[in-house]
């Protein structure tokens, strides 16, 4: 494996070509950071699943370089889910759509929906162009991090990560800190109207506002979304919510609440935005520093904090695949 540091042009082009050879390249994207491989590969693909120790059946978001591939890889795509992608793409945003014949089931784990995304870092737009250029259709791409696990915000946390399971030719892409910080928005568009799988910096306002459609947000039971797991988002550290922390405890917390005597501050964001750019590297920095138990004291309100929460109570839920992460 590689570690790039600098991400000029001329990396970005041989990163597609690795890409087209069947490698991994790890990148950055706005959210958290991506485990890219191409998505017409199979092989390729499953070395994602081998890389994350991540079931085979779970579907995997696939990057275009924009709106105007939506077509290739879904059918029957709802007026609403255009203006959907019109309004947020590139950005935080993935529609799951009914799947055209080129997404086959080694990318989504059998079902007939694909879920799609152009994301806004800079490098990845550049990464998936480049890839386009030289014959790709897209980029499959889930967090950049073991199953069950936090995802990473940094090109330092994919290595950490990642380093033991890749292998020569594979690459990780430093762009920088992810400035959103929490996973895409999953919004099924297969439906008469939009309905929310995982919450994000897209909020349900700014879906309502944009197709005029009321976004209901999905019965976890009732999908296949492994971020929607109860067990999910997890350091090794046992994060405990809203209490009050004691010495030797981590704690992250808005930056008006006080540090008690002994306790080791994690983050203290000022914004819900700062909170979940923040939140996964603060909660590596705990099992960094080796601690048995961090203290989260949740944001209140909507939107983004409330995409925030939903990380949070997975992160403290402890769930049977803990094993894995
Ligand atoms: O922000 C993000 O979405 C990041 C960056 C790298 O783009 N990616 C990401 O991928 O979070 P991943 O695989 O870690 O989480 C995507 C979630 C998974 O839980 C997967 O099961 C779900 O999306 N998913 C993907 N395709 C789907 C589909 N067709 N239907 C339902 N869920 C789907
Ligand atoms: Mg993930």
């Known amino acids: 494996m590689t570690f790039l540091s600098s991400c000029t042009t001329e990396t970005i082009k041989n990163a597609a070509l690795s890409l087209k050879n069947g490698h991994l390249v790890a990148f950055p994207t706005e959210t958290v950071y991506g485990l890219g491989a191409d998505a017409s590969n199979p092989i390729a693909i499953s070395r994602i699943y081998e890389t994350k120790g991540r079931p085979s059946d779970h579907p995997l978001i696939v990057h275009i370089a924009a709106l105007d591939a939506m077509g290739q890889w879904a059918q029957e795509i709802p007026e609403y889910a255009i203006t959907l992608a019109r309004d947020f793409w590139p950005g935080p945003m993935t529609l799951v759509l009914k799947r ?194 961090v203290v989260v004291l949740q944001p209140g309100g909507d939107g983004l904090a409330a995409a925030i929460r939903d990380r949070l109570q997975r992160s403290a839920s402890e769930g049977p695949h803990q094993v894995n992460s």
Do not use: W
């Open 100 to 293: 055209s014949d080129l997404a086959q089931d080694f990318i989504t784990g059998g079902q007939e929906t694909i879920g799609l995304r152009v994301p806004a870092h800079p490098v990845a737009l550049a990464l998936i162009q480049e890839f386009k250029a030289i014959g790709g259709k897209g980029i499959a791409a889930p967090s950049a991090n073991r199953f069950g696990a936090v995802s990473p915000t940094t090109a330092d946390a994919v290595e950490e990560e990642l380093a033991p399971y890749l292998l020569a030719g594979d690459l990780i892409l430093d762009g920088g800190q992810s400035l959103v910080g929490v996973e895409s928005t999953i919004i099924d568009c297969t439906g008469p109207a939009p309905m929310i799988l995982r919450l994000g910096a897209i909020t349900p306002l700014m879906i309502e506002e944009s197709t005029g459609m009321i976004a209901l947000e999905a019965n976890p039971s009732d999908i296949r979304v492994s971020g929607s797991m109860a067990s999910h988002y997890s350091p090794k550290a046992k994060v405990i919510l809203d209490v009050i922390a004691v010495a030797g405890d981590g704690l992250i917390a808005p930056d008006q609440i006080p540090t008690p005597n002994g306790v080791i501050r994690l983050a203290a964001p000022s914004t819900n935005e700062e909170y979940a750019r923040v939140l996964y590297h603060a909660l590596r920095s705990a099992d960094q520093k080796g601690l048995q138990v």
